[in-house]
């Protein structure tokens, strides 16, 4: 029966109305739906269908002439449904309350029963209406009964234990509730009397609260910005009602049909329910009166409210009040001002107060004198019966206390009392337990003094015995190894012998062995000195043409460089006027392709000239097998030569060794050494001479050198002017910077290669005669050698191989060359291997096998920086070819970056091989350490990468390193402009809130009522405009991270990138505001509010890939924060500078605040008084000469260096690398498919 009344009312709620054609009629059911939900209805409800539609749309109004039946509007038959369902609601809970009481066996002539009353506390929302005005009714009730019952329970207390107490007072809440219930004049009353008339609205009933109330009460008062709103001061706070609704939740109609009809139901429970109970006639009334009975919900409530208060009077309540510890519902976190405002709203701290007026400490006498008796000074009155009251007054009077009271039973004390009495009794405790310790301790002492003594003359004892065996022990085993040491001795005497004798024999053969062999080696020596000196004078002389024409060389190259340089000023100062410019400009680019256009003839004569080398290479090692046959064959003879000299040099030994002989070669030796030391003269004069030409050469050379640097530095200066006057034309300076840079780097190499062999030359005609001085020559030297004609011949053949080889080897260098750049022009194709990029660990590996590192001069650099540059230019606007060459060109930066130092080692050793350091040297070195970072002491070294040796890197490879640097900056240039164009467009639309079609935007900055739109219209419009706009900016930000992400684009480097977009970001959106003041709205700020939460929820998504990006919108949320806060006018100065927005400045804050306006409520901005104090600061900032700019400036700038980029890298492991089809097929490239250290 209940689910049949329940159903019932649901399919109630599914009947409409609407207006019917006939006006007689009134209304009628809107459609079919309707019928069938109004048969369902009448069918689960047991009652005749027609009736209850007869009951839903007509009422009947009784007369005295009868009964007329009046046809009902559909706003009216709407209205008596909802009666209908609300009289069902109600009669059935009252009936399920009923039962329930009668189920549990609830016995109505009991005299005691326990009950249990629970009920809402205290409750003040944002809106609040009909339903808190009742629940804070009830409360207001319940505290009064509450503070009511704890002050007579103190009062009780202190009546039966018959003390001295005065009247202790406590908050009366009784004005509250005479406001609410007080008869005529009373907040239920006026509602009542406005219930009455059905015309009344809620602004008249508002008004009449005002004009009754307002002013006369302390605790009713009328808000300043409302006019159907109403306070009330209950004892936990102000609450704010809404009085929109109280008339209509206050009205319970029970109409005389729907209870007749209801009471002929079939079903048992809805015949028992709305059974009819007779009325009272009453036939002195006139007129009609209508089937509708009102009834007031809140005189009802009141009236329920005091019969339960007339029940609690009754009993003898007990309170529980329930904390709720934070909002969160989670445990372990308690809010303290949270439950503080539930303490007060909840009376607890009244409840405390009023005990803490009084004797808050209290005691029984026994308890009492068991816990402080020990702070009495008579011991033995605490045992007599009846002297309790002298032992309490002595305690108490001993500490010092007064105003205490003593009951029959109990002590009474005030508040702090107690805890004295601890303090007393816990040091009188302490005392007690040191003398107890004392005495203890001293026992343990004593007993542990007597057994130390006992056992140390047993140790004694034993100790004596143990020491006298031990004497004869050591005297017996003394004897025993004096007897066995003269056994060993003897033993040991004839070993030594034995030994001695055999090494003597030994040695004396070894000695002889050395001789002969000593003299073997002096044979074997002079001969070969004969053959040095032979190759020596051949050296000397070749060595002394060279010399000669790199000197030239090197003279050559310096008049060149300088005349370039004198020709590079001449087309600089041309290059100053506008003219001349574009004029260089277009030179330049004629210059580019007429050398595209040679470079690609050079490459097409390498490929025919390859045939024909491979043609000349067959030639040539036919040649070559000729060549070793007859080279073999003059060995061979050479060898026969050699030993027949070395039999004539052994005969001629035998016979210097006759003594008459032997006297003669001396005094021949003498006058040979005579005349060498007069040619040694003769050549150190020689010696000084050429010594002084070259200081002089030196010197000529430094002071050009000087003049040289001097104009460079001059013209570094004047270049760096021209391109900070001209920014548009700084490519074009740039790349004639590096050429300059190259054209003095050669001409640094060329002088000192002049210089070392200026140095080589006069050391050899020093160093050579003095050689020839030093050694003696023998007969043998003069003697001409049968075999050396046929030396000089094979020398020269193999010179001739040896270039034949240089040229092929740099033929099959340029092919694999021209391989890798065909590689690197496909390299989007490539891809990556294990999240690492395989064409830059390919390029990498092959110039390291090539040691074009060490190289002093090559091309390829360029060419590769050619083939990488014309890929990134063709993809500016593809971030995805963009983010893959930024990741390649990045790893092979950060592998030069680990294997690459500076050839500091080898240019000492040059310098020390040279005969010390010239001007040249010293230049060169500078060059190098210009370009080559150094690091600090203490600095940890850079960790290289696995199996890869550190390289002596010469000045190209630093200058590669350098133009790699430049290319990731120029890469990452890119991706910033792209991301920058895409999401401008969109950050002008995210800045303002749409706005209404028709002249809305009026009506919402008037604040009137009628111009505000409804809050589920404004939130799809407001969804629909994110997600237009912040939801582009959110897909352009997800896309280029995929890309990133997709192309193993280091972290650290994202990060950066990200922060730099975001800083973009803030920039745009505050200046936008700020110089717009339309946007300085309420509504904007809540509209921007929600598209920066967007974007929070973007970075935390990635939070691993975007860092701390989400701080450079510093700027912009704090101004949003001041535009949607609340109460601006409360807020001062500091509040606003230091809490709220501590980053923003005077300026910029005083702008937001001077142009914010409240389209939506209306709301004021910061009060005068923080206007005219920011003013003041203004003119101080002006004063001081401090920037008054407000706007903030977009930094392009890269805030990292390569060296921060590639400390975050990780490992690169080469092994791990997939070689690319193309050259894991070419033998040439066989290398890269061995491991990292195997090809050396």
Wanted: charged letters at 25%; glycine letters at 6%; one cysteine or more.
């Amino acid at each position: 029966s209940v689910m049949r009344v329940v159903a019932g009312i649901l399919h109630l709620g599914n009947v409409t109305f609407k207006g019917s054609d006939d006006a007689d009629d009134g209304c009628e059911l809107a459609d079919d739906q309707s019928k069938a939900a109004l048969n369902d209805a009448a069918a689960v409800m047991m009652i005749d269908a027609e009736r209850l539609a007869k009951a839903l749309k007509t009422r009947t109004i009784v007369t005295r002439d009868g009964s007329i039946e009046k046809p009902l509007d559909a706003a009216a038959a709407a209205s008596s449904r909802d009666s209908l369902a609300k009289t069902l609601y109600s009669r059935l809970f009252d009936w399920l309350v009923a039962k329930i009481n009668e189920s549990i066996g609830q016995d109505a002539e009991s005299d005691t029963f326990i009950g249990v009353l629970d009920i809402c506390g205290f409750e003040s929302f944002k809106t609040n209406s009909f339903e808190q005005f009742c629940i804070n009714l009830a409360n207001e009730k319940l505290q009064q009964h509450f503070n009511q019952h704890v002050f007579k329970q103190e009062q009780e207390e202190y009546e039966r234990e018959a003390i001295d107490w005065s009247y202790i007072e406590f908050v009366d809440n009784q004005d509250v509730l005479d406001l609410i219930e007080k008869k005529n004049t009373g907040i239920i009353s006026l509602l009542d009397e406005a219930c009455m008339f059905p015309a009344t609205t809620y602004e008249q009933f508002a008004q009449k609260l005002y004009q009754a109330l307002d002013g006369k009460h302390t605790r009713f008062a009328k808000p300043k910005r409302s006019q159907t709103a109403f306070n009330l001061t209950h004892y936990a706070g102000e609450v704010t009602y809404e009085s929109d609704s109280f008339l209509d939740k206050n009205k319970d109609f029970v109409v005389a049909e729907h209870q007749q009809l209801l009471a002929a139901s079939t079903l048992e429970l809805l015949a028992n329910v709305f059974e009819a109970k007779p009325e009272p006639e009453d036939s002195n009334k006139r007129g009609g009166r209508s089937a509708m009975k009102f009834t007031s919900i809140a005189a009802s409530f009141k009236g329920q409210l005091a019969s339960l208060m007339t029940k609690l009077n009754e009993t003898a309540p007990h309170y529980i009040r329930c904390i709720k510890p934070n909002g969160l519902n989670v445990p372990s976190n308690f809010e303290g001002a949270n439950v503080l405002h539930q303490l007060r709203c909840g009376g607890v701290l009244e409840a405390v107060r009023i005990s803490c007026a009084g004797y808050p400490s209290r005691k029984p006498i026994d308890e009492f004198l068991d816990r402080f008796g020990l702070l009495t000074a008579d011991k033995d009155a605490l045992f007599k019966p009846g002297e309790e009251g002298k032992v309490i007054k002595q305690i108490l009077d001993g500490a010092g206390l007064e105003t205490w009271q003593l009951g029959k039973t109990k002590v009474f004390l005030r508040a702090g009392q107690m805890a004295v009495l601890d303090v007393l009794r816990h040091k009188k405790l302490d005392a007690a337990a040191t003398n107890i310790q004392k005495f203890v301790r001293r026992a343990q002492h004593v007993k542990s003094y007597n057994a130390t003594k006992a056992a140390a003359l047993m140790v004694s004892s034993w100790t004596r015995g143990l020491l006298a065996r031990r004497l004869v022990k050591a005297m017996r085993l003394e004897r025993a190894a004096i007897k066995c040491q003269a056994r060993a001795r003897c033993a040991m005497a004839l070993r030594r012998f034995g030994k001695v004798k055999s090494a003597t024999i030994r040695i004396q053969a070894v000695a002889r062995g050395i001789a002969a062999r000593a003299r073997y080696l002096a044979m074997r020596k002079e001969r070969a000195a004969l053959l040095i000196q032979s190759h020596v004078r051949m050296c000397r002389a070749r060595e002394e043409f060279l010399s000669g024409r790199r000197a030239t060389v090197a003279l050559q190259c310096a008049w060149r460089c300088k005349m370039a340089r004198r020709a590079f000023a001449t087309k600089k100062r041309e290059a100053q006027e506008a003219g001349a410019l574009l004029k260089a400009k277009s030179e330049l680019e004629k210059k580019l392709e007429l050398e595209r256009t040679r470079a690609e003839i050079e490459r097409r004569k390498q490929v025919e000239a390859e045939a024909q080398r491979a043609k000349e290479q067959a030639e040539m090692e036919a040649k070559m097998a000729a060549m070793q046959a007859e080279m073999e064959k003059q060995r061979q003879a050479a060898a026969a030569e050699a030993a027949r000299l070395a039999d004539e040099q052994a005969e001629k030994e035998r016979i210097a060794r006759e003594a008459a002989e032997r006297q003669a070669e001396e005094e021949r030796q003498a006058a040979a050494a005579a005349a060498q030391a007069r040619e040694l003269e003769a050549l150190r004069a020689k010696e000084v001479a050429m010594q002084e030409e070259a200081a002089r050469v030196q010197a000529e050379a430094k002071t050009a050198l000087e003049t040289e640097q001097a104009k460079v530095a001059e013209l570094e200066a004047q270049l760096m002017e021209a391109a900070n006057e001209n920014k548009e034309l700084g490519d074009q300076n740039k790349e004639l910077s590096e050429r300059v840079m190259m054209l003095e780097a050669e001409n640094t190499r060329l002088k000192q290669m002049a210089k070392e062999n200026i140095a080589k030359a006069a050391s050899k005609h020093v160093l050579s005669p003095s050689r020839g001085a030093l050694s003696p020559g023998t007969p043998d030297s003069f003697v001409s050698t049968p075999g050396k004609g046929n030396d000089d011949e094979l020398e020269r053949q193999q010179a001739e191989l040896d270039a034949k080889r240089v040229s092929l080897a740099n033929a099959r260098a340029q092919a694999d060359h021209e391989v890798l750049l065909a590689t690197i022009e496909k390299g989007g194709e490539i891809g990556f291997s294990g999240g690492q990029p395989i064409l830059a660990c390919v390029t990498f590996r092959s110039l390291l096998h090539w040691r074009v590192f060490e190289l002093e001069r090559t091309g390829l650099f360029d060419r590769i920086m050619g083939q990488m540059s014309v890929a990134v230019e063709n993809n500016t606007d593809n971030n995805a070819q963009l983010t893959y060459w930024l990741s390649n060109t990045f790893t092979l930066l950060h592998l030069l970056q680990r294997t690459l130092k500076t050839s500091s080692g080898g240019a000492g050793g040059r310098a020390k091989r040279s005969g010390g350091g010239s001007i040249f040297e010293r230049f060169n070195s500078r060059l190098l350490a210009s370009r080559t970072p150094t690091k600090k002491e203490g600095e940890a070294e850079t960790p290289g990468i696995p199996g890869v040796r550190q390289v002596d890197a010469k000045y190209p490879a630093f200058l590669f390193k350098q133009q790699l640097t430049a290319f990731v900056e120029k890469i990452y240039g890119f991706l910033r402009d792209n991301m920058k164009k895409e999401i401008t467009p969109q950050l002008g639309s995210c800045i303002q809130a749409p706005r209404q079609r028709g002249g809305d935007t009026g009506g919402r900055r008037g604040g009137g009522v009628n111009g505000l739109k409804s809050p589920a219209a404004a939130g799809v419009q407001l969804g629909q405009q994110l997600g237009t706009h912040w939801r582009t900016i959110l897909d352009c930000l997800d896309t280029l991270l995929t890309v990133m992400r997709a192309n193993h684009v280091p972290v650290f480097l994202v990060r950066k990138f990200f922060t730099q977009i975001f800083c973009f970001i803030n920039v745009q959106l505050f200046n936008a505001l700020l110089l717009r003041r339309e946007c300085c709205s309420f509504s904007n700020g809540e509209y921007i509010k929600t598209g920066l939460a967007e974007l929070e929820n973007w970075l935390i998504e990635y939070k691993d890939w975007t860092g701390n990006a989400w701080e450079e919108l510093r700027y912009i949320r704090q101004a949003v924060q001041l535009l949607v806060i609340h109460q601006k006018p409360k807020k001062t100065l500091n509040e606003i500078t230091l809490e709220l927005c501590p980053v923003l400045s005077i300026q910029q804050l005083y702008r937001i605040s001077t142009m914010y306006w409240d389209d939506k409520y209306g709301t004021e901005t910061v009060s005068q008084e923080v206007l005219v104090a920011m003013k003041e600061l203004m003119m101080k900032d002006q004063n001081t000469n401090m920037s008054n700019s407000f706007l903030l400036d977009d930094d392009s700038s890269i805030h990292f260096t390569i060296d921060d980029i590639s400390g975050t890298m990780s490992q690169i492991d080469l092994n791990a690398i997939q070689v690319p089809e193309t050259l894991a097929t070419n033998p040439a490239f066989e290398f890269l498919l061995r491991a990292v250290g195997s090809e050396a």
